[in-house]
């Protein structure tokens, strides 16, 4: 039998990681896509969440701050040491192709979960005592999971939604014209 390997992109997660270390903007795209489980390499694994780490800490997302956060976590080894960090800089990504890295990122991440999910479902068809109906609608479960979570929402928070609005309605306030639109040019209206 020959050896399969997991489905993975080495490539497209050292792009993923590299746009976060260089442009902080993509990392907050990244960060509401891609979860430290859909990284394959245990390296860019333990950087990818140093880095959501020091964001959820509000911290600056740079070399210096995740080599600090990975020393502190005891993992910077894990990662590769400072000069695979250092190398992953070197590779600046464009932002159209980050996004389509991040895709084959989860595209791989998801392959593996059905993956998963299809031996477990293999191994509960030969070792189960329960009746087939029963096995199938577990199997079906462990699948329609996997395609939920690809399924993307529209949806907002509502807090999002009210926070950004407080903070426009604030920006009116404190502004010094009272012109809260295109301004017409008949001062009269």
Do not use: W
């Amino acid at each position: 039998m020959t050896q399969r390997t997991l489905p993975g992109n080495y490539e497209a997660e050292r792009s993923v990681i590299g746009a976060i270390l260089v442009d902080p903007e993509l990392a907050v795209e990244i960060f509401s896509v891609l979860k430290a489980d859909d990284f394959l390499d245990r390296k860019h694994r333990a950087i990818y969440e140093a880095c959501v780490e020091l964001d959820s800490r509000s911290s600056l997302i740079d070399l210096v701050t995740i080599n600090a956060e990975l020393e502190r976590s005891g993992r910077l080894e894990d990662a590769g040491g400072l000069e695979y960090l250092a190398a992953l800089t070197e590779e600046i990504p464009t932002a159209s192709s980050v996004k389509s890295h991040m895709e084959i990122v989860r595209d791989k991440a998801l392959l593996r979960k059905l993956l998963a999910a299809s031996n477990e479902n293999m191994r509960e068809v030969y070792e189960s005592t329960d009746d087939a109906k029963t096995v199938l609608d577990r199997a079906e479960t462990r699948v329609f999971r996997i395609s939920e979570s690809v399924t993307t929402s529209d949806f907002v928070a509502l807090k999002d939604l009210v926070d950004k609005g407080i903070a426009s309605f604030e920006r009116l306030r404190d502004s010094q014209t009272y012109i809260t639109g295109v301004p017409s040019g008949f001062a009269d209206l």
